[in-house]
């Protein structure tokens, strides 16, 4: 787990080392135990190195092979790779260390971009040929890691964090406002763009390749692999698909344990953490597991369920593990919020400081942490978010519901007026092509519920998921710890999308609409018409975990800032968002905005997400505009 950064000037001009240098100093928290550069007139790779596997300068980057040919700079891990090592051992080639980065170079040398394929992991690198004068970019599968790009007819600069790319001083720093308008309409982007014009985000499963004997055809993305959830034609008995869900769970959080230092779990009290605590502790006596609560004194209604702190330690008792927790107040999101917006970046899905302070607990005591996430998207932990799916008739009756379903933060009906300070007249369909575009690779034939169900469900991943990757990334790495997630097994994954729906989710199309922000009990009014989703997983984790935790409703890992943003936190948010300096105000309607404030001061709507947003913005402009 490390930091990847590097520069090509298509004009020929030399890359200067201490800008290079400039880059890999901005991102040390994500690789703190070494440094490397490596630069050849126009060309210039960097590295910060977090050592995980193969602890000796034998895995030193950017790494060079044997005959000089090729350089990489790679970030990741590949779970795999010592099946792969002995695969390319039995084709004649010698290895020099331990490391997987040293597997990686050498798959990509043998069997060039077509490696990617064959990678079990998370990743994200660059490889350049000197021969030929190639620069190959890859990121993995489903986006685990993270690599951020800026291209120019003179030049293209990259990174694992945006910071990197800033530290050239002549980057002009402007507001994406497309980009903008859509996190403030999903609580996500879900196109290749940042909120810093100029800058993108390497889409996940691609690779892409510059060659610079056709500079003209600028960087050329392949996508080599996207989801497919399907139901089979032939299904084989449920007994069957629980069997093989427990051998390959198993398979999967085997496979991350590998490790050369010490790696945790962590334990929030659900199914998922819960189970690969289980299987990870069965392998290491005395594991160290992680849970943040929450104090619940001035909490209410359903957030008084959010801290699951009982049930964590239950199970660490359970499976004999050395346990660990952080309690969170009111107070908590403000001390860390600079420190946390300067390294989130941008904003992106959900209240991400309890994760902040999950990380840093685990960092205390490990290098790598095993994580739950993941098994929500996979097997629809998430019920209410697809009722619709069970119910319209067409594609396009599908985009159209689901789409103002998503609308997390502002409703087309006032987005206008909120951003007319930036644009005029925000046409509604704008935003609903960037939904509808998600699907362009997955073929829209849908014929029966269960069709509609699987179309939520590559959604999710596409989207909320990989939001979610990325906010972990970033906030892991902040405090120099690799976070894993087992559930991203490539095996696992095919699995899961072509596991029967009627084994994940039961009675689906009597599940009524639910607003995920409304004030009562959704979790019950859910549960009382249906039974629960991630069904499958539920029943196979019986024999891991305890009974009030495989039958628990569903519940995520939140704070219950609902009632904080209007209690005890109510002093720093006005003070925050609706100051005269605010500068918020040079994007948004004062007046609509503090309208939509108020609304949720006084309990008549819970905009809890927005404020959120808000304030974050706010701290983003703060420190990088």
């Given at each position: 787990?490390?930091?990847?950064?590097?520069?090509?000037?298509?004009?020929?001009?030399?890359?200067?080392?201490?800008?290079?240098?400039?880059?890999?100093?901005?991102?040390?928290?994500?690789?703190?135990?070494?440094?490397?550069?490596?630069?050849?007139?126009?060309?210039?790779?960097?590295?910060?190195?977090?050592?995980?596997?193969?602890?000796?300068?034998?895995?030193?980057?950017?790494?060079?092979?044997a005959d000089q040919r090729y350089v990489l700079s790679y970030n990741g891990e590949i779970y795999n790779f010592r099946e792969l090592r002995k695969e390319l051992m039995d084709m004649g080639y010698a290895f020099n260390s331990k490391s997987d980065t040293e597997v990686v170079l050498t798959s990509l040398i043998e069997w060039q971009e077509h490696a990617v394929k064959r990678f079990n992991g998370m990743f994200a690198f660059a490889l350049w040929d000197r021969k030929?004068?190639?620069?190959?970019?890859?990121?993995?599968?489903?986006?685990?890691?993270?690599?951020?790009?800026?291209?120019?007819?003179?030049?293209?600069?990259?990174?694992?964090?945006?910071?990197?790319?800033?530290?050239?001083?002549?980057?002009?720093?402007?507001?994406?406002?497309?980009?903008?308008?859509?996190?403030?309409?999903?609580?996500?982007?879900?196109?290749?763009?940042?909120?810093?014009?100029?800058?993108?985000?390497?889409?996940?499963?691609?690779?892409?390749?510059?060659?610079?004997?056709?500079?003209?055809?600028?960087?050329?993305k392949t996508r080599y692999w996207d989801y497919h959830f399907y139901s089979p034609e032939i299904e084989a008995p449920k007994e069957d698909y629980h069997e093989e869900l427990d051998r390959l769970f198993k398979q999967a959080v085997n496979r991350q344990l590998v490790s050369d230092v010490e790696l945790g779990s962590y334990l929030s009290g659900g199914l998922d953490s819960g189970s690969i605590s289980a299987i990870a502790a069965s392998n290491f006596p005395y594991l160290k597991t992680f849970t943040c609560g929450f104090d619940l004194s001035s909490a209410s209604g359903i957030e008084l369920a959010f801290d699951e702190r009982e049930k964590a330690e239950a199970m660490s008792a359970k499976f004999k593990t050395e346990h660990y927790e952080v309690i969170l107040k009111a107070g908590d999101m403000e001390r860390c919020l600079p420190n946390l917006a300067w390294h989130l970046e941008e904003p992106r899905v959900g209240q991400s400081y309890p994760n902040f302070y999950a990380a840093k607990l685990a960092s205390k005591f490990v290098k790598a942490v095993l994580s739950g996430t993941g098994g929500d998207e996979l097997f629809g932990g998430y019920p209410w978010r697809y009722y619709r799916a069970a119910k319209v008739k067409s594609f396009d009756g599908y985009i159209d519901d689901y789409y103002l379903y998503w609308q997390r933060l502002i409703p087309n009906k006032i987005i206008s007026k909120i951003f007319a300070p930036i644009w005029g007249e925000v046409r509604e369909v704008w935003t609903r092509d960037?939904?509808?575009?998600?699907?362009?690779?997955?073929?829209?034939?849908?014929?029966?519920?269960?069709?509609?169900?699987?179309?939520?469900?590559?959604?999710?991943?596409?989207?909320?998921?990989?939001?979610?990757?990325?906010?972990?990334?970033?906030?892991?790495?902040?405090?120099?710890?690799?976070?894993r997630v087992p559930f991203m097994d490539n095996d696992l994954v095919d699995f899961a999308m072509q596991c029967p729906i009627r084994l994940k989710l039961n009675n689906l199309s009597t599940v009524k609409n639910i607003n995920e922000n409304d004030l009562g009990n959704k979790s019950n009014q859910y549960f009382q018409k249906t039974n629960d989703g991630k069904q499958i997983l539920r029943d196979m984790m019986t024999k891991y975990v305890p009974s009030n935790v495989t039958q628990a409703v569903k519940q995520g890992f939140s704070s219950p800032d609902a009632s904080w943003f209007k209690g005890e936190s109510i002093k720093f948010v006005k003070r925050t968002l609706c100051e005269?300096?605010?500068?918020?105000?040079?994007?948004?309607?004062?007046?609509?905005?503090?309208?939509?404030?108020?609304?949720?001061?006084?309990?008549?709507?819970?905009?809890?997400?927005?404020?959120?947003?808000?304030?974050?913005f706010e701290t983003y402009l703060s420190l990088y505009l």
């Open positions: 787990m490390c930091g990847v950064v590097g520069q090509i000037n298509f004009d020929g001009k030399p890359v200067k080392r201490e800008f290079l240098k400039k880059m890999t100093d901005s991102i040390a928290h994500r690789g703190p135990d070494g440094v490397g550069h490596w630069v050849e007139q126009n060309i210039g790779l960097g590295h910060r190195r977090l050592t995980i596997i193969d602890t000796s300068p034998a895995g030193h980057q950017p790494m060079v092979s030929f004068k190639i620069l190959l970019l890859a990121r993995d599968r489903y986006g685990i890691k993270p690599l951020y790009y800026s291209m120019t007819a003179q030049r293209i600069i990259f990174s694992s964090e945006q910071k990197a790319i800033l530290a050239d001083q002549t980057f002009e720093r402007t507001i994406n406002k497309e980009a903008l308008l859509e996190y403030f309409t999903f609580q996500n982007i879900f196109t290749d763009q940042t909120l810093l014009q100029g800058i993108q985000l390497f889409p996940a499963g691609h690779y892409a390749k510059i060659d610079f004997a056709f500079l003209s055809q600028g960087l050329k960037i939904f509808k575009d998600v699907f362009s690779n997955h073929s829209n034939q849908l014929e029966c519920p269960e069709d509609f169900i699987n179309h939520s469900l590559y959604f999710e991943a596409k989207t909320f998921l990989h939001g979610l990757f990325l906010v972990e990334d970033k906030l892991s790495m902040a405090h120099s710890l690799e976070n005269e300096d605010a500068r918020i105000y040079e994007f948004f309607d004062r007046k609509a905005t503090i309208s939509l404030l108020e609304e949720h001061f006084k309990g008549q709507q819970n905009r809890r997400l927005l404020v959120w947003s808000l304030i974050n």
